[in-house]
């Protein structure tokens, strides 16, 4: 495995994105029962998630951008209210905040400090992270998402729009990541190889096809790797 680059993914592979997300919901809903009652009212946080997945749902034209899907979230709850100016734009600053401070797992930071003195380094996401707000823009030659792109993954697009943007080979990318079916599956797909940041310890699900190229329990471990490469089963296999 010749590898001239790395992709990584940025939720749940650099950091546990829950917290966030739930923090930014807590926010949210404390600026909503501060200057918008009814609304709060209304929507509690529950029932505002459900609202989000059934905008999702209904727009499958916008599963590659979760950033509008939250402003018409935002704006059907407020149109159920009867209240047609939304202050969506400031409900965004709220939500990006929060979302945005997140606690890195304690192997990200020195893994990225090690890998982008090795390879260019791109990270590749579906989601919404700011990796300036977060601090970590600096770690990273490119930063390929969903929204700009076009489409999320597991659609080998994006992970060819990362080939591009690089200039190497999909067959000489290591595409890092924690969700099988969205970095592994879609990696393999689109031609890259595939690293499993796998910190559960899960067995691979074979349902999705051959396991990846690295099953590695953090990051610390796939920089290791990278550093003294030992053959994995699959490369053996062929």
Sequence with gaps: MRILAITIDLDDTLWPVMPALQRADRDLDQYLRKHYPEVARTWPIPALRELRAQVAAERTDLAHDFTAQRYLTMQKAFDACGITEAPLD???????????????????????????????????????????????????????????????????????????????????????????????????????????????????PGALGPAPDLNLRDLAALVDWLEHPVPSPRQEEG
């Excluded at 400090?113 to 919404?128: C, Q, W």
């Excluded at 079916?181 to 595939?194: K, M, N, P, S, Y």
């Design 90 to 204: 400031t409900l965004w600053n709220i939500f990006a905040t929060a979302r945005n401070s997140v606690e890195l797992y304690p192997d990200a930071l020195p893994a990225l400090e090690r890998l982008r003195d090795m390879y260019p380094v791109a990270s590749l996401t579906n989601g919404n992270a700011d990796l300036e707000r977060i601090g970590l823009h600096l770690h990273f030659a490119h930063h390929i998402c969903a929204r700009e792109i076009g489409s999320a993954k597991p659609d080998p697009r994006i992970f060819r729009a990362a080939a591009e943007l690089l200039g190497v080979a999909p067959e000489n990318i290591l595409h890092v990541g924690d969700d099988p079916e969205l970095d592994v599956v879609g990696a393999r797909e689109a031609g890259l190889r595939t690293a499993w940041i796998n910190r559960a310890g899960h067995p691979w």
